[in-house]
């Protein structure tokens, strides 16, 4: 062999070496990125899951079956029974890979006996104030934390937010402030994944702007279903222009809809939202997913 060929054998081997350390190493930064990618699947109503890397949270789950409950009273379509549609996989596989609960508040389509009678009593759960908290470890619930301002879990960060789950209007009256009560949302953070703010039962106040700005969420997820009571004008929850706001509130952000078309005073359809959002040439910014449907971000 000559210099020259042994020169040119040795360049190829050195080449093929560092091509196959770079590939192995892509291969592993792949393999990396897929791990912590931020998913949500969507269950139904407001019960999502969220998952950072091998951490999944069920969020507010309701897990009845279709027709279990009647509809609400002083409510949009009381007459109809909830949930109106049922679940798209069953209960114990939406339970089977999660980690902790986040209970954003008690309202029955939040947090219903099938939930409480289907996750092991000894599971971490978050709770939005000691009230809340209090009665679901008289539920028979072990590992209940307040979630008062700030949490860690799992390497994932909670923050809690503000909202109000109806208008001023609905809260001067004692009876329906008391029915309606308190919600809250969650900022989920953790190191080198995008920051997720779920919005909660709540209509657009200052404290959505606020968390807005201080959190700046590459991912805001909304309930949009825009629920009615008979009696008052505006909704409980948000609807289809607090989606166009939140495109315009938090341009970078990735607007998920959800808590639509499974409770009787949704007066939102996922169609209807669909048709607003092309209106409004803002499809490229805004999941409408289906029951049992997941993003990848």
């Known amino acids: 062999m000559t210099l020259r060929t042994l020169a040119s054998s040795l360049a190829m081997a050195l080449s093929l070496t560092v091509g196959a350390v770079a590939a192995q190493a892509q291969a592993e930064a792949s393999e990396t990125d897929a791990t912590d990618a931020v998913q949500l699947q969507q269950i139904r109503n407001a019960t999502v899951k969220i998952t950072y890397g091998d951490t999944t949270f069920l969020i507010d789950p309701m897990l009845s079956k279709k027709g279990t409950y009647p509809g609400f009273e002083g409510t949009y379509r009381s007459t109809l029974r909830n949930p109106l549609v049922d679940l798209p996989m069953p209960a114990q596989e939406v339970i089977a890979d999660v980690d902790a609960v986040i209970v954003t508040h008690t309202h029955l389509d939040?947090?219903?006996?099938?939930?409480?009678?289907?996750?092991?009593?000894?599971?971490?759960?978050?709770?939005?104030?000691?009230?809340?908290?209090?009665?679901?470890?008289?539920?028979?619930?072990?590992?209940?934390?307040?979630?008062?301002?700030?949490?860690?879990?799992?390497?994932?960060?909670?923050?809690?937010?503000?909202?109000?789950?109806?208008?001023?209007?609905?809260?001067?009256?004692?009876?329906?402030?008391?029915?309606?009560?308190?919600?809250?949302?969650?900022?989920?953070?953790?190191?080198?994944?995008?920051?997720?703010?779920?919005?909660?039962?709540?209509?657009?106040?200052?404290?959505?702007?606020?968390?807005?700005?201080?959190?700046?969420?590459?991912?805001?997820?909304?309930?949009?279903?825009?629920?009615?009571?008979?009696?008052?004008?505006?909704?409980?929850?948000?609807?289809?222009?607090?989606?166009?706001?939140?495109?315009?509130?938090?341009?970078?952000?990735?607007?998920?809809?959800?808590?639509?078309?499974?409770?009787?005073?949704?007066?939102?359809?996922r169609d209807e939202l669909r048709e607003y959002v092309q209106e409004n040439s803002i499809e490229d910014r805004v999941e409408i997913p289906e029951d049992g449907a997941t993003i990848n971000f």
């Open 110 to 269: 939040h947090w219903d006996d099938a939930a409480q009678q289907a996750l092991p009593k000894d599971i971490p759960l978050f709770a939005q104030h000691q009230a809340d908290a209090t009665m679901i470890r008289e539920q028979g619930f072990t590992n209940v934390r307040v979630l008062s301002y700030k949490a860690e879990f799992d390497g994932v960060t909670l923050s809690k937010t503000g909202g109000q789950h109806g208008t001023d209007e609905m809260y001067t009256s004692p009876d329906v402030a008391t029915f309606l009560g308190d919600a809250m949302g969650v900022v989920f953070q953790a190191p080198g994944q995008e920051t997720l703010y779920l919005v909660g039962d709540t209509i657009w106040r200052d404290e959505v702007d606020l968390a807005l700005e201080a959190y700046d969420p590459e991912i805001v997820v909304l309930n949009a279903g825009y629920a009615v009571m008979s009696d008052y004008d505006g909704a409980i929850i948000m609807g289809k222009e607090d989606v166009l706001r939140a495109t315009q509130a938090a341009p970078e952000a990735t607007i998920v809809a959800t808590h639509m078309d499974a409770i009787n005073h949704m007066a939102l359809t």
